[in-house]
Each structure stands twice: as structure tokens, then as C-alpha cells.
């Protein structure tokens, strides 16, 4: 069970793929318009109802642009989710009834666990972000970064309960629903930390390693790849490729924002300031180029694309971070909202990156000479490959297999 963008869909058809080679019946519970992501997978679909896109181009998701980043961001998307919630209840009721295992993504983690609960069936949560408190890093949704040590961890617990109460009005209904005794907001999280409750990250311990101030139960398997059949770039893509040297891809994901004309136009002169041939992705912004040295394009599997370009420049979602990861290419991460500035500053880090470019803070001159930092400096492609195949090798979905046996012979939620 997820709900949120593509990026928060995606990982989840890769890991339900292998559990379902592995014997299983998977059943993959978000949003409709991610149907097309499964096609092929062996893993089912049921709908939730809401659209995310177009909740986005809202004119309330549209107010989210003129929110600063950090906090006051993410209490109004706080907000927001609070008013949506309650219009998923009913289908993650519905498809929990069908279910013996429920894997909860963090979006659907509070509900879900309490689906879990009132239907007495074991659940496993299976994130895409290091959400729990640590002293080591301060909240990825805040921008990553460090505060120090306990400031990190009580901004932390601050998070978690913010998301707690994203689902403070949804959450006592259905308790009650389902012969539950009433329970305040944040003890059901409370709980959950005393039971150990397991939790799986699908991201790289070469990435991000485990906190050492973890609780038990809190683990880090490696990375779950979106289920691609046969990845095939279309024809208009592979011949652009082979008509010059390797060119730079540059998308946004399923980020939107205000004047997509105006940040084209910087983009494709970025590029060309630098010399590079660039695949400018329309992605949920509706992202635009023009001329022989560019090419636009729609939905293509990162797992082909990205092996074949100079860098890849990219919001920096945990999803597509990782795909250039996997592909041993250098980045210039975008970052545009909640955990983009973590995985930007691991990208850095991780000498992979020269540096990252805010979108607020995005000229043609600061992005032309990013790129030709990363392009043309080899350090950053000899970091990126060496990282990208130790990545390859790591099996994140063997982990969740073995947490699924041991939920057969343990007591439920």
C-alpha cells in the first residue's frame, strides 16, 4: 500500500515482481493512474482514488510553490493530505479484507497499521526514506542536513508525529469501525516502537548506512527496482543517442512547477553553454527543447536511458537518485522539495555530484557550470561507476522475503 507520485509507486512493482517469483500473491494498492506501472509484473493492482497530478495542478497544490521549503512546506502539505485521506480509507479497507501480509509504504504507514490491527493481520512497513528519528541526520523531508545530535532527533520525532496526524481524523473512525478501543493521536506510533515493529528501507547501506541509535527492527536492505519486462528506448531516442556523443538527461520527475517555459529555455541554455547534447524529460512540469542538439521526451525506463548519458540532472527523488546510481553516471541534483536536499547532499558526498542546484536557486549560469564540473572532471565518473556496481550486485528484495517468513511465526501488528 502507497500513495504519493510515481517515484513513491515505482520501486514497489520491482519488489512485488520478486515476491511474487518467489511464490507469493502480490497485490500493488495506489493510485489508479499507476495501473500501466504493473502491466507484465505478475503483481495485481487495486485503485485508490485519488489523482495525485492532478491534485498537484489544484489550484490548492499549486499553492505549495509559493511555500518556503523546510517546516512551513511541509505543514501545509500536511494540510493537504488531511483533507485526501479520508477518501482512500474506504479502498485500503477494501483491499486489506483480501490480504493475509499488508507492506506499508510511510505515506499509508498510521492507517495502514491500523487496518492491520483491527483485521488481526501482521504488517511490515517498507519505506523509501530513513524516516525515524536519528541523531546522525536531521528529517529528510526538512532538506537532510545536521543540526547537531539531539536537535536532529527531536526534529525527528517532531516529523513523525506531524505525520501521525496527517491521519488524526481518519484514524479514529475506522478504529472504531473495526471494534477498537479509542486511542490518542501518536500512541499507536508509541506502540509500535515498543513492539519493534519491523520496518525495511529500499535504499543502498552504501548510500545512506544504518543509524547506529536505531531501534531494533529498523533495517536497511538495498535498493527495490521499478519492474521493467525488456527495458527498450523508443527509436526516435536510440538514434539521437547515436548521432553524437553522449548528452545529458535533465528531468524533473513528477515535481511541477510555475513557469515550465522559462525554465526550459534556462536549461537548454545551460546546456549549450556547456557544450552537451541534452534529453529534456516533460515529467509532471512540462519540460520543453527544441533544436537538433536537444530532444524531448515523454516516459522512458531509466534503466536504459541513464547508461548511455554523459549526467543526468534530476530533482532528486529517492527513485531517480537511485536509477543513477544504478547506472554509474555523475549527477547534478535539482532538488526541489522535502527529501530532494538528503539525497542531493548524499550525492555530494558521495563524490558523484559536483554540487546540487536548487531549483530556486537555478540560472543557466549556475547549471552550465555544474555540468561541466560533472562531465568533464573523471573523478565523478570513476566515483559513479564504482559506486553503481557495487549497487548492482545488492539484493534488496531478499531481506523482505525473509521479514515475510518470519511474520508466519510471529503474533500479528
Known amino acids: 500500500m502507497t500513495a504519493g507520485s510515481r517515484g513513491d509507486a515505482a520501486p514497489y512493482t520491482g519488489l512485488g515482481h520478486r515476491l511474487a ?10 493510485h489508479g493512474r499507476f495501473e500501466p506501472l504493473v502491466a507484465g509484473s505478475g503483481v495485481r493492482f487495486h485503485a485508490l482514488p485519488v ?3 492532478a491534485e498537484l495542478e489544484s489550484p490548492r497544490g499549486q499553492g505549495l510553490h509559493r511555500s518556503a521549503g523546510g517546516a512551513g512546506k511541509l505543514l501545509r502539505v500536511v494540510d ?5 485521506v479520508g477518501e482512500l480509507t474506504e479502498d485500503l479497507l477494501g483491499a486489506a479484507r483480501r490480504s493475509d501480509v499488508l507492506l506499508l509504504s510511510a505515506s499509508l504507514a498510521p492507517l495502514g497499521h491500523t487496518i492491520a490491527e483491527g483485521l488481526r493481520l501482521p504488517s511490515l512497513g517498507v519505506y523509501l526514506q530513513p524516516l525515524a528519528a536519528t541523531r546522525e541526520f536531521a528529517p529528510p523531508v526538512l532538506g537532510g542536513g545536521t543540526w547537531g545530535g539531539p536537535v536532529n532527533r527531536l526534529a525527528g520525532q517532531g516529523v513523525s508525529l506531524a505525520v501521525e496526524h496527517v491521519f488524526a481524523g481518519a484514524v479514529p473512525a475506522v478504529r472504531e469501525r473495526l471494534g477498537l478501543p479509542r486511542q490518542r493521536t501518536g500512541a499507536a506510533r508509541r506502540a509500535r516502537e515498543r513492539r ?3 520496518v525495511l528501507h529500499g535504499f543502498s547501506p552504501l548510500v545512506v548506512p544504518r543509524p547506529g541509535d536505531w531501534r531494533a527492527g529498523l533495517e536497511v536492505g538495498g535498493y527495490w527496482w521499478p519492474y521493467d519486462a525488456e527495458p527498450e528506448l523508443p527509436q526516435a531516442v536510440r538514434e539521437f543517442l547515436d548521432a553524437g556523443p553522449p548528452p545529458v538527461f535533465v528531468g524533473l520527475g513528477s515535481a511541477t512547477v510555475l513557469d515550465a517555459g522559462r525554465l526550459s529555455a534556462q536549461v537548454v541554455a545551460a546546456l549549450r553553454r556547456a557544450g552537451l547534447r541534452g534529453v529534456i524529460q516533460r515529467g509532471w512540469g512540462g519540460l520543453t527543447a527544441e533544436g537538433d542538439d536537444m530532444l524531448g521526451i515523454g516516459e ?3 534503466s536504459a536511458l541513464f547508461p548511455r548519458m554523459a549526467a543526468v540532472v534530476h530533482h532528486a527523488g529517492a527513485g531517480t537518485t537511485a536509477a543513477g546510481l544504478r547506472a554509474g553516471v ?6 526541489v522539495q522535502f527529501d530532494a536536499g538528503f539525497w542531493s547532499a548524499r550525492l555530494v558526498a558521495l563524490g558523484v555530484a559536483p554540487a546540487a542546484v536548487p531549483l530556486r536557486r537555478l540560472t543557466m549560469d549556475t547549471l552550465a557550470s555544474a555540468l561541466v564540473r560533472a562531465t568533464r572532471d573523471t573523478a565523478y565518473r570513476d566515483h559513479a561507476q564504482s559506486l553503481g556496481a557495487r549497487v548492482r550486485t545488492e539484493d534488496g528484495t531478499a531481506p523482505v522475503l525473509a521479514a515475510l517468513e518470519r511474520l508466519n511465526r510471529v503474533s500479528p501488528w
Open 196 to 198: 519493534d515493529w519491523p
Open 51 to 53: 489523482d495525485p497530478r
Open 21 to 30: 517469483l518467489a511464490g507469493h500473491e502480490v497485490t500493488l494498492v495506489t
Open 300 to 302: 522512458v525506463p531509466h
Open 330 to 335: 555523475p549527477a547534478v541534483p535539482v532538488p
Open 80 to 84: 493537504l493530505a488531511r483533507r485526501l
